[in-house]
C-alpha cells in the first residue's frame, strides 16, 4: 500500500533562517506531487506541484521553492523565512494515470512557526 | 473563476444528524470530493461522487449531488464525538491544469455530548 512521509511536525524559525520540509512517498511510482499551504482561515492554498523529476509549477509568487530531486521525494525549501510564512504545510500525492481523478492522499502535515 | 464556498461552522448534538452544505461555480466539475482533517492532522480523502451520480453512500456517509444547483452536502448520520473535525469539500473542474483541485474553506463540526 502507498504511504507519505513528512517531516517534521512542528518546526520554530527566526526571521531570515533556510527552510527545509521533506516529503517522501512509498508503494507507487512517478506520483504527482503537491506543496499546500493552510493558513488560518483561508483554506488550503496550492503551493507547487510536480508531475515528475526535476518538474515543478508554482502556483504563487512566494519567498519559498520545491525542488523534486527523485521519484517519490519533494522538498519545500526557502533561503530566508518571513513571518508570513507561518503556517500549516502540507504535502499531497496523487496517481498520475488518473488525469480526471485528482484524488489526493496528504501527510500528516508541519506545523511552521516563524518568530 | 473556479470558487467552492462551505459555512465555516456547524454545531450537532452527538447522535444526531450533521449535514455539511458546498456550493461550487464550475458546472463542468469531474469529480467532488469530501476530506476531512483531525486536528494537527493532514487531510484524510472521506468519499467521492463522480459528476453524473446524484448519490452516493458509503455506510454513515450519504453525499448527494444536486448539479442544476451546483449544491454538493455531506450528511453525517449518528454523529459521533470522534466526527469533530473540519471537512472540505473539493472540485476537480474539467480541463482544468494538472493539480487544479479546488479546495473550500472547509466546515468545522463540533460535536456536543
Known amino acids: 500500500s502507498q504511504t507519505i512521509h513528512q517531516w517534521p511536525a512542528t518546526l520554530v524559525q527566526p526571521v531570515g533562517s533556510p527552510l527545509s520540509l521533506e516529503c517522501t512517498v512509498e508503494g507507487t511510482s512517478n506520483p504527482n506531487l503537491y506543496w499546500y499551504r493552510q493558513a488560518a482561515g483561508r483554506g488550503l492554498q496550492l503551493l507547487f506541484y510536480?508531475?515528475?523529476?526535476?518538474?515543478i509549477s508554482s502556483e504563487v509568487p512566494q519567498n519559498l521553492s520545491a525542488s523534486r530531486p527523485q521519484d517519490r521525494q519533494f522538498i519545500l525549501s526557502s533561503k530566508k523565512l518571513l513571518l508570513s510564512d507561518s503556517g500549516f504545510y502540507l504535502c499531497?500525492?496523487?496517481?498520475?494515470?488518473?488525469?480526471?481523478?485528482?484524488?489526493?492522499?496528504f501527510g500528516s502535515g508541519t506545523q511552521l512557526s516563524v518568530l | 473563476g473556479e470558487d467552492v464556498e462551505q459555512s465555516l461552522f456547524l454545531s450537532v448534538r452527538e447522535g444526531d444528524s450533521s449535514v455539511i452544505n458546498c456550493t461550487y461555480t464550475?458546472?463542468?466539475?469531474?469529480?467532488l470530493y469530501w476530506y476531512k482533517q483531525e486536528p494537527g492532522a493532514g487531510l484524510q480523502l472521506l468519499t467521492y461522487i463522480f459528476s453524473n451520480m446524484d448519490m452516493k453512500q458509503d455506510q454513515r456517509l450519504t453525499v448527494l449531488l444536486n448539479k442544476k444547483d451546483k449544491h454538493l452536502s455531506l450528511r453525517i448520520a449518528d454523529t459521533q464525538t470522534g466526527d469533530s473535525a473540519i471537512y472540505f469539500c473539493?472540485?476537480?473542474?474539467?480541463?482544468?491544469?494538472?493539480?487544479?483541485?479546488?479546495f473550500g474553506k472547509g466546515t468545522k463540526l463540533s460535536v456536543k455530548p
Open positions: 510536480s508531475v515528475g523529476i526535476g518538474q
Open positions: 473539493a472540485e476537480t473542474p474539467y480541463g482544468g491544469s494538472q493539480g487544479n483541485l479546488i
Open positions: 499531497a500525492w496523487s496517481d498520475s494515470k488518473l488525469r480526471m481523478d485528482e484524488k489526493l492522499f
Open positions: 464550475d458546472s463542468s466539475s469531474t469529480y
